[in-house]
């Protein structure tokens, strides 16, 4: 049988860091291993970060924002009984294998449970992705109930991260959706051009080009300094697609609960042609507590970057509350 050709993107990914070590001799943090390091446990979740993404950290700091969303902390271990596994409610909301809805006219589908990035303070840390859909196939019941049900007007990729999947299969999945007449907007939320750049080739800038659904991108950056030169190409590309780009970020304790970090962020997004869409409260999942900041500190964010930004350049503070209709802003 002969193998096929992998792609510069997937010889990336496999080559990404998955030990704790290898990432501290990385960062010359080496030293204060044996104290600081959290290497007796990862809590389910294994370290996994690209080299690309570890090389945007500074040296020697243990402070660093980008390294501080990826390192295993021994608070992880400490939950208080309001962190729980399931803090958006995905579970009471499947329509079918795979297939959510919690909103009116628009439906998301968990097309894979791989990252190329693991978060610490990610909501599906715990989700059951063994029972999610892994092929073409397996989507079949969920596009079924799309395709039966005629108020659904948006179909949202998500994960995991959608693009992981290779193009081949991808493409195939959009072409699908493309032919349910009453699809008119195809959506995918991913992290990989932030923390894989390499992620946005060609294959993939062909299918996206291609298919005469409403294109809508929403990127994951929480800094300024995710957002280098690499990142700034790929997000180039996307837009060159004809497809709008937006970005979400979470509100992360010691990471970007300033005022100023989150202008820098904010102006990086801008001058990307990326939309500032949403600044969301850390959903409560179990693991992540140590994350959480006070809703009145992203309150007075939005509020003072109202007046040094234009208000296509703010971000709505937001907050996910299991069985309401829509995202609950937080003013």
């Not at 294994?46 to 570890?54: I, M, N, Q």
């Not at 991260?161 to 032919?179: G, H, M, N, Q, Y």
């Not at 350049?313 to 995202?327: A, L, T, Y």
Request: proline share 6%.
């Amino acid at each position: 049988m002969i193998e096929k050709p992998t792609t510069r993107w997937q010889t990336r990914l496999r080559d990404a860091i998955r030990d704790p070590n290898e990432l501290l001799r990385l960062l010359e943090l080496s030293a204060v291993a044996e104290s600081e390091s959290s290497n007796d446990s990862n809590f389910g979740f294994p370290l996994l970060v690209t080299r690309e993404y570890a090389q945007r950290m500074r040296k020697g700091d243990w402070n660093d924002p980008l390294f501080k969303q990826v390192w295993i902390d021994r608070q992880e271990g400490f939950s208080p009984p309001n962190f729980v596994s399931d803090p958006v409610g995905d579970l009471k909301v499947q329509r079918a294998p795979g297939l959510l809805q919690k909103y009116a006219g628009r439906v998301l589908l968990i097309t894979t449970g791989a990252c190329a990035i693991h978060c610490r303070y990610c909501f599906r840390r715990h989700y059951p992705y063994s029972s999610a859909p892994r092929s073409l196939s397996d989507w079949q019941p969920a596009l079924q109930q799309i395709e039966q049900d005629t108020s659904i007007r948006e179909v949202i990729l998500s994960g995991g991260d959608p693009l992981t999947i290779v193009d081949s299969t991808l493409a195939k999945l959009v072409a699908e959706i493309e032919s349910i007449e009453h699809i008119e907007r195809i959506r995918l939320h991913t992290r990989l051009p932030i923390v894989l750049p390499q992620r946005v080739d060609d294959s993939l800038l062909d299918w996206l080009s291609v298919t005469k659904l409403s294109k809508w991108i929403v990127i994951h950056a929480n800094h300024a300094q995710e957002i280098d030169a690499d990142v700034a190409e790929a997000i180039a590309s996307l837009r060159a697609t004809g497809a709008v780009l937006l970005n979400q970020a979470v509100l992360l304790r010691g990471i970007n609960d300033t005022i100023d970090v989150q202008e820098q962020l904010c102006k990086r997004l801008l001058e990307n042609s990326v939309i500032p869409y949403y600044l969301n409260q850390l959903d409560q999942v179990v693991g992540a507590a140590h994350f959480e900041a006070e809703r009145s500190i992203g309150k007075t964010i939005v509020q003072e970057l109202a007046k040094r930004l234009p208000g296509y350049g703010v971000p709505r503070f937001v907050q996910e509350i299991p069985g309401q209709p829509n995202k609950t802003r937080i003013d």
